[in-house]
């Protein structure tokens, strides 16, 4: 208990200094170290001596704060969080010293990593084929990369979906990073007259369930490899960020801001999105079909 009054002592020195809550938090974990008061407790002790509190006792109704590491604390966040990684901060920060789940249990928390699909061995080992293709065609002809035509569809909404900062979870150094599911529409194509002739263009384009023939399958890019799609991992991400925080109040007000979007974006950044087509390629396989970062 003097150990806890020795530290609120600090704190209110170091509010008198008009230094901030932060500051005094970090120097005080570099002087206490594992013995240093939470976050939540030095935050809300350096709140009360701003407001001209003088007494360092804990207030009669609002009990004894939960200060100290002990073994059984930390076991019961422990316990906490595995029963609910999706738990806030605020959901622990009455009943536990909430710096045990960064600097005893190692974790920190993290967003989900959005994948299109999860794949199976087959989807994999398609991915690896397409991806091999694509390097081969390129080293065989230069301007392999300059003949392709490619095309697809997205949604552009009123708001955005859940993001991934809403299901961010805790998790351990070494644990593997939550996979999220992205729900997503797939493409119809488009050819347009003045590429009929089957010479002058390559067709990169996404699957879509409406392609159900042998041959139309054949020529259409494999099924799950949007990561692999130029208008996927370039396209509608730009188009995407420039909608993005805007609220649209019906469709045409989408479509005009769509439009604009689109047109604003550099013909160079279009031109570097098949220049990376073959580094995807490569990644793809290094990682054994699996999506990449």
Known sequence: RNFNMEQRAVIKFNAKLDKSASETFRSM?????????????????????LEDRETLED?????????VRTPEMIEKVRDFVAND???????????????????????????????????RSD????????SRDIVAA?????????????????????????TKHQSAEWKSKNSPQ?????????????????????????????????????????????PYLSDLAP???????????????RFFDDIPTIQSASTQALEAIPQTELKHAFESLLNRCNKCIEARGEYFE
């Open 85 to 119: 990684r999706n738990a806030s901060l605020k959901m622990m920060e009455e009943a536990l010293n909430i710096s045990i789940l960064h600097e005893d249990l190692g974790k920190t928390k993290v967003c989900a990593k959005f994948v299109p699909h999860t794949l």
């Open 178 to 222: 939550a996979k999220k599911v992205r729900k997503r529409l797939m493409g119809r194509i488009h050819i347009r007259p003045e590429y009929r002739d089957p010479e002058d263009w390559s067709l990169l384009h996404d699957n879509a369930p409406n392609h159900t023939s042998l041959i139309v399958r054949q020529c259409l890019l494999k």
């Open 29 to 49: 974990q570099q002087v206490y170290g594992s013995q240093c008061l939470g976050r939540t407790a030095v935050f809300e002790w350096h709140k009360h001596f």
């Open 59 to 67: 207030d009669k109704k609002s009990g004894r704060l939960i200060l």
């Open 138 to 162: 390129a080293e065989n002809n230069p301007n392999f990369l300059k003949s392709i035509v490619t095309g697809d569809e997205t949604w552009c909404f009123q708001y955005d979906p859940e």
């Open 123 to 130: 989807q994999k080992s398609a991915r690896i084929n397409y």
């Open 231 to 245: 208008c996927d991992f370039s396209l509608f991400p730009k188009l995407k960020l420039k909608l993005k925080g």
